[in-house]
């Protein structure tokens, strides 16, 4: 077992609180307004927020520069928020856009004010005020995984911050203290309760109090990218994906090797899908995309020239893909038949190529020279729904509420 590796400190929060605030439940119908003195307080009921019936998704938007903008796709309205310095990347968790900084080594987090409470038979949905709510010192936060109590900004170099998620909520950056098995790992998520961390030395499991539980005996060599599903969480290794589940505390490793066939040395390095879904999609090599259903733990892959952006709808459904020359397209993910396909873009910039955003009904495709986000419904053969003129080039762009 290796030498446990300690992230930075913070004074005053401790594991039992972390694991009181994961163990915090629902029981009964929402009520979205606060409660009278002497009344219960309602199932749902969230201080400062509002409790609405759909969800109510925003875009977080950025330049280069540090230009942000929120903008609501519920009321159409957006806000501009002060300027965070220079910006060249930015991650997402559906509440908050982190958005870092590699030379500064600094993240810029802005709490968007929409989420989703997911309780497995039920969701609440929630808005509340844009506000920014601090910045993380010393990360350039490529990956941010979170769940109720502890939220992980990882660069993917074996840069990590823990931070505790309810101060968060609360609109303060507070790093939390947890020792962690692994050294300097490239991937870390909080998952069923505990901390996975992957690395050069293996893929480790500790509690919230930095304990060791597991080491898993399936080999991650070169851990890159993640991406948390209803099905387990899933890390990009040069053997395939590795899926680590969670079961009444029992945790359990499983390598899906890449398929036959893939380009000499592909491999996904980014996961893109629907927040939760187990359907995700990767270009694991030029002009090839790569998609995995995880019901069905399976690789589906085929050769797309020019392929320069993806994401997955969900399980069964569609694989969407944007090429170099603009054009949108959707494919059936089983044979790579494309389904439709919409010219979207009038250019793309292939260093720094577009996003696409998925949500339950709707795709969002930035449009950094034209000044826009195109919203398609990929449901009714590609259709441009709506365009959003935004106050700043969107070259970095996340989606929260889901």
Partial sequence: MNRPHRRTAAPGVSAWMLAAALLTGCASAPDPQEPEDGEATPHGYVEGAEEAAEPQSRLV??????????LDLITGETTLLDPVGPVDGI???GRFAYLFSSDERMTTVIDSGTWTVDHGDHMHYYRADIRPAGTAEGIAAANAATDTALTAL?????GVSLLDRPSLEDGAVEPVDIATTGDAPAVVAPHGGAVVTAGADGVHVDDRSGEPVLTLDEECTDPRGQATTRRGLVIGCEE???????DDGEFAGETLPYPDGLPDGARAEEFHHRPGAGALAAVPAPDTVLALDLAEQRWDHWELPGVVSVAAVGEG???????????LRSFDPGTGEERARTE???????EHPPSIRVDTSRAYVNDVRGGLVHEIDY???????????TGVAPQYMVETGR
């Fill in 61 to 70: 938007v950025a330049d280069a520069e540090g230009a942000v903008q929120v």
């Fill in 91 to 93: 991650a997402g968790d």
């Fill in 154 to 158: 990882t660069d993917g170099g074996g």
């Fill in 240 to 246: 395939g994906a590795l899926l680590v589940t969670e």
């Fill in 317 to 327: 459904a569609s694989v969407l893909a944007l090429t170099e020359d603009g054009v």
């Fill in 344 to 350: 979207l873009l009038d250019e793309v910039d292939t």
């Fill in 379 to 389: 449901n009714d053969d590609l259709r441009v729904a709506r365009t959003f003129e």
